[in-house]
């Protein structure tokens, strides 16, 4: 549910699938995966995206200073909910 509500603060609607990877070992301090979503409810606008966290997370609930870039074209969108209220 986390990934799903970092998504959905940069206009992201996220598919059914959600792949996350990390955590496997001690020197994983990160976790990073894939996942389709829709920009802003529109269908038309579908892109598969990449995802990371910050360093040093401590479990797989910590979600924090998660990066969304779009597979395709590496374009970073917003990485923080006060960067989406400034276009608002």
């Avoid at 699938?17 to 606008?45: K, R």
């Avoid at 609930?61 to 998660?66: A, F, K, P, Q």
Wanted: glycine residues 6%.
């Amino acid at each position: 549910m986390k990934w799903a509500i970092e998504f959905l603060r940069r206009g992201l609607w996220v598919s059914d699938c959600i792949t996350v990877h990390g955590l496997h070992a001690p020197p994983a301090d990160f976790m990073w995966g894939t996942a389709g979503a829709i920009v802003d409810g529109d269908e038309s606008c579908a892109v598969d995206s990449t995802f990371t966290t910050s360093r040093r997370v401590r479990n797989k609930y910590d979600v924090r200073w998660v990066q969304i870039k779009n597979s395709d074209s590496s374009e970073n969108f917003l990485s923080r909910f006060k960067e989406f209220l400034a276009y608002a």
